[in-house]
């Protein structure tokens, strides 16, 4: 079977696996000492493990469920969707991507959580919709990637870490929403672009 057929096949198989794959490390980590996993910019080429381990760190029971349901949510959106296992190559990618974006934000002295992996995650679909399909599907991936821009921008990044806000029992970081945004769209863009040789691949 050719790499091309491989990458930009699967339909949904691969980006199930890696949405179970990061339930199953915030899982674990609940028995782990969050100073030894997540983001901290003094430590991040130190220990580089942490551009991953941040997204299973939480800081509470709340915002651990939050995510779960945000896991189960994104897994579902990209299996119907049916992505390729290149989508999932590009979430992947996305994971330590967006966590190391956030050494722009110095005064952010430590974050976890899943919330910037999975709004790439939301991004990754959307662009993949928009770029290679047609009619519905197409203005539903352009109505999601519009919804997620303008949440980002209505989240102000630039302001640094919100406050706790009920019934929230932890603090939002709205650079990691939009840095997973950004970086999950660029991923996104590459993994929806054609593929000469899988398409000459497939017609054999």
Do not use: C
Not at 27 to 38: E, F, Q
Not at 130 to 145: C, K, N, S, T
Not at 178 to 198: C, E, I, M, N, Y
């Amino acid at each position: 079977m050719a790499r091309g057929v491989r990458l930009n096949g699967d339909r949904g198989l691969a980006w199930a696996a890696l949405g179970i794959a990061l339930l199953a490390g915030a899982l674990v980590a609940t028995a782990l000492p969050a100073a030894a996993l997540d983001w901290q910019p003094a430590l991040a080429w130190r220990e580089p493990w942490r551009w991953w381990s941040a997204a299973f760190v939480h800081w509470s029971a709340l915002h651990l469920a939050v995510n779960v349901v945000g896991v189960a949510a994104v897994v579902a959106w990209g299996w119907v969707a049916r992505v390729p296992a290149r989508s999932a190559l590009a979430w992947a990618a996305a994971w330590p991507v967006t966590h190391l974006t956030l050494l722009a934000q110095p005064q952010l002295a430590h974050y976890g959580g899943l919330s910037g992996v999975l709004h790439a995650g939301v991004a990754i679909v959307a662009v993949g919709l928009l770029v290679r399909e047609r009619g519905a599907r197409r203005a539903i991936g352009a109505a999601v990637l519009g919804a997620l821009a303008l949440k980002v921008v209505l989240e102000a990044p630039w302001r640094g870490a919100l406050p706790t806000v009920p019934p929230w029992d932890f603090a939002v970081a709205p650079l990691a929403h939009a840095s997973g945004a950004a970086v999950g769209a660029l991923l996104g863009a590459w993994a929806a672009r054609p593929r000469r040789g899988g398409r000459l691949a497939s017609m054999r």
